[in-house]
């Protein structure tokens, strides 16, 4: 096995300070407002950001699709939702940046479960 970068560790620390200071958002009156099933959309959505930094930890393939695919899920989150605050295009930046870094990887990561 390889040993895991110190960029996917950066990567992964800052994914799981990410999932500890967005959780609280899902309670938000600000989510609340947006719609019914709003709040529970979000939360699968910072819960498979969770889950794709501990595949990322374990520097497993799995962790860096579902990584992408849940960026993805939340950029289209936020523009039907029309939140497109500064928080919006920060996310939008340093997520690309990770993505970079990952893809550069993923050839060295297992592809096993």
């Not at 560790?9 to 967005?22: A, E, P, R």
Request: aromatic content about 20%; some cysteine; charged content about 5%.
């Amino acid at each position: 096995m390889t040993s895991r970068p110190k960029i996917i560790s950066f990567i992964c620390v800052t994914g799981y300070l990410s999932v500890v200071f967005t959780f609280p958002q899902i309670f938000s009156p600000q989510i609340k407002k947006l719609g019914v099933l709003v709040p529970a959309i979000y939360g699968i959505l910072v819960a498979a950001n969770f889950i794709a930094c501990v595949g990322l930890w374990y520097f497993k393939q799995w962790g860096v699709q579902l990584y992408v695919l849940s960026v993805f899920a939340k950029i289209l989150f936020y523009l039907l939702a029309n939140q497109l605050g500064f928080g919006f295009y920060f996310n939008l930046v340093v997520s690309g940046i990770f993505i970079f870094f990952l893809l550069r990887h993923f050839s060295k990561m297992n592809p096993n479960l």
